[in-house]
């Protein structure tokens, strides 16, 4: 129980006895649904466009989610006020903002639902009828409860339209064209790529190996173990340093310990394991070579300009009108025959700026514009006049050196 929510005898107002240990009372209430630390990221963007609003209480909560055991604690890490999922169900807010379908009708608030990751990537296959589609504009990622539309549903690039109309047409009319803000930071980031470099530690002529991966069994750590050998054994330590970007879901679905146990031995050779909870754009943005497969990150590194080398492209998962699809047809994929070193110089000799420049344009189609578009947004569901100043794109901070998450991960090691 907490001053933000408690609620009277009728589960739908905060209280005059929860009141009086507010110092500023009556603001406008906004639920931040937090799932998953991939999704709390995606909502912490969003967040910043209500910083400095004093007319704005903004609180989180967790709702039940197989991959949400971090995100307490994370959240906790930040100082964000934190209500008990069943006590967020009984309030009312004046805004509700989530990156995932999961309880979002039990909330009792004007809901806008944002995707989580670049563009729509990820196709269901061999479920039902029900199941099966382009995760994210399914009706039932929409519509969880069957019948409840969300207040407004974010969506990237306008080519999403489309697809909505075919998989649920009902929900056109609540659609809103409004941008990425990981491919906005990111480009507004691009300047700095020298400054992330030093603040990496990248200082003696080494070049950085960004090895990304998303979750699930056709994913690059779903081969992991065929990976860290070459990881460990095929690149030069005096030629390049290298960084390990898994999917928070792996870190979640096995726990941190078992995947700094699995990463042991890269530790041990220097190789940077980046935690779950560290902003990995800043890392993406210093790589001189991607070594990825078809998560969200890889795709994202058209935007930087390091040639890609993919792990592998399951066909089957890709949802065949994405940009991840467009990658998977332009990227050299690694071979087991060929040196690891020989198939990143050759993925770096065949790379064509502008053939990657376009897949990136597809991330979304109104490049710069989401912090505008999406305080728009969030200001007219709450029925508040926007604040009198532009939204800025605010570069990414400095990531700390490689050799401080080597150090963290090679103690995990020696724990397990």
């Known amino acids: 129980?907490?001053?933000?929510?408690?609620?009277?005898?009728?589960?739908?107002?905060?209280?005059?006895?929860?009141?009086?240990?507010?110092?500023?009372?009556?603001?406008?209430?906004?639920?931040?649904?937090?799932?998953?630390?991939?999704?709390?990221?995606?909502?912490?963007?969003?967040?910043?466009?209500?910083?400095?609003?004093?007319?704005?209480?903004?609180?989180?909560?967790?709702?039940?989610?197989?991959?949400?055991?971090?995100?307490?604690?994370?959240?906790?890490?930040?100082?964000?006020?934190?209500?008990?999922?069943?006590?967020?169900?009984?309030?009312?807010?004046?805004?509700a903002l989530a990156a995932g379908p999961q309880g979002v009708a039990d909330v009792s608030a004007p809901l806008i639902a944002l995707p989580h990751g670049a563009n729509y990537v990820k196709r269901i296959v061999g479920a039902g009828e029900a199941e099966a589609g382009v995760a994210g504009l399914r009706r039932r990622d929409i519509m969880p409860d069957g019948k409840t539309l969300p207040a407004a549903l974010v969506v990237p690039h306008r080519d999403e339209l489309r697809e909505l109309a075919r998989s649920c047409p009902e929900a056109l009319p609540v659609a809103h064209v409004i941008g990425d803000p990981a491919h906005d930071r990111i480009t507004a980031s691009l300047p700095l790529r020298d400054a992330y470099r030093r603040a990496l530690g990248l200082t003696d002529g080494r070049e950085l190996v960004v090895f990304a991966s998303t979750w699930g069994p056709g994913s690059s750590f779903g081969r992991i173990e065929a990976l860290v050998p070459r990881l460990i054994g095929e690149l030069p330590a005096d030629r390049y340093r290298t960084a390990v970007l898994v999917h928070p879901n792996v870190w979640s679905g096995h726990g941190p310990w078992q995947i700094r146990a699995w990463l042991a031995e890269c530790s041990r050779r220097g190789i940077a394991i980046v935690p779950p909870e560290a902003d990995w754009r800043s890392v993406l943005i210093a790589a001189h070579r991607l070594l990825g497969d078809h998560g969200s990150v890889t795709l994202y590194g058209t935007l930087t300009g390091a040639p890609i080398l993919l792990t592998g492209s399951p066909a089957e998962e890709i949802n065949p009108m994405s940009p991840a699809a467009a990658l998977a047809m332009t990227a050299p994929t690694l071979s087991p025959a060929h040196p690891l070193v020989s198939q990143l110089d050759y993925a770096a000799a065949e790379y064509r700026e502008e053939e990657y420049a376009a897949i990136a344009s597809r991330i979304t189609s109104e490049p710069g514009g989401f912090n505008r578009r999406m305080r728009r947004l969030m200001y007219e569901v709450l029925g508040l006049g926007q604040p009198a100043h532009e939204p800025l794109t605010v570069p990414l901070p400095m990531p700390p050196p490689l050799k401080a998450w080597t150090a963290a991960s090679a103690r995990g090691a020696e724990s397990a």
Do not use: C, N
């Not at 110092?23 to 909502?43: F, S």
């Not at 007319?55 to 994370?74: C, I, L, N």
């Open 1 to 95: 129980m907490s001053a933000l929510g408690s609620s009277d005898t009728t589960g739908q107002q905060p209280s005059a006895r929860s009141r009086q240990w507010l110092t500023l009372a009556g603001r406008k209430k906004v639920l931040a649904i937090a799932h998953t630390l991939t999704y709390v990221k995606r909502l912490l963007d969003v967040l910043s466009l209500l910083e400095a609003d004093f007319r704005v209480q903004v609180v989180f909560t967790v709702p039940p989610h197989v991959f949400g055991d971090e995100v307490p604690r994370y959240l906790a890490q930040l100082g964000s006020p934190l209500l008990p999922w069943e006590e967020a169900k009984r309030l009312r807010f004046d805004l």
